[in-house]
């Protein structure tokens, strides 16, 4: 079975500083992908970013980019220039391909944005 | 574009007591979800639904949860009884499609607040 671990339970970050997520993951499969979800306190679990496995390069979305270590099972998230906005859980999630789209989540990282 | 929509969004109920969820997901999306959130950890999902049938209800506990969804559509997840270890965020989701779609995103409601007392 797979497991994704985010070891940060909490992080701090000042505003318009940079600040780095780190998650990593166990799996057997060689294909799968990768997500970084936002979950403010209204709930709502928003997409933050994707990665496809088979995808050398890190994805990148505005202010926010991964660091995606393949052989390392490793897959962070950096988040620059930070915003008040940006305070929330953050959540780690794997998705095998060849599965019916089932998300494995990690415990969660509580980014608090200080101004 | 209407998100997925759920309600309500919070319920207090006592122990042994019935509840149900609702959830609408985005317009013509095929594949729909029900997530556990037990506070303090990541989503766990429940249940997933291709149109009307059932793809995995592995960690779905049958003795008291149950889940329909009639025409494809709207979806309901009830507990009866429910039990103190219930207590959770119930979070719905919907994608287009299941499967190997590659680029297939689950967008999620904002979830159902259930308090066991």
């Known amino acids: 079975a797979q497991t994704v671990t985010q070891s940060q339970p909490e992080m701090s970050v000042q505003e318009a500083e940079t600040v780095t997520l780190s998650c990593t993951y166990d799996?057997?499969?060689?294909?799968?992908?990768l997500f970084w979800y936002k979950q403010p306190p209204s709930r709502q679990m928003i997409l933050v970013i994707r990665?496809?496995?088979?995808?050398?390069q890190n994805a990148t979305e505005n202010r926010f980019s991964v660091n995606f270590q393949k052989a390392a099972k490793s897959f962070s998230l950096k988040i620059s220039d930070s915003q008040l906005g940006d305070a929330a859980m953050y959540f780690c999630?794997?998705?095998?391909?060849?599965?019916?789209?089932?998300?494995?989540f990690g415990g969660g990282t509580r980014l608090m944005v200080k101004p | 574009e209407a998100g997925v929509a759920q309600s309500p969004r919070y319920k207090i109920i006592e122990k042994r007591q019935s509840v149900a969820f609702w959830c609408n997901p985005i317009?013509?999306?095929?594949?729909l979800y029900w997530y556990q959130q037990i506070l303090g950890q990541g989503p766990k999902l429940l249940i997933q639904?291709?149109?009307?049938?059932?793809?995995?209800d592995s960690q779905l506990p049958k003795d008291r949860f149950s889940a329909e969804r009639l025409k494809g559509v709207d979806s309901t997840l009830k507990i009866q009884p429910a039990k103190l270890e219930d207590s959770a965020v119930y979070l719905c989701?919907?994608?287009?499609?299941?499967?190997?779609?590659?680029?297939?995103?689950?967008?999620f409601g904002a979830g159902t607040r259930l308090s066991v007392l």
């Open positions: 989701a919907s994608s287009l499609v299941g499967g190997r779609l590659r680029g297939n995103i689950q967008y």
């Open positions: 799996t057997s499969e060689s294909d799968y992908y």
């Open positions: 990665q496809e496995a088979y995808k050398q």
């Open positions: 999630a794997y998705r095998r391909v060849d599965a019916g789209n089932m998300l494995t």
């Open positions: 317009s013509g999306h095929a594949t």
């Open positions: 639904f291709q149109n009307n049938g059932v793809v995995d």
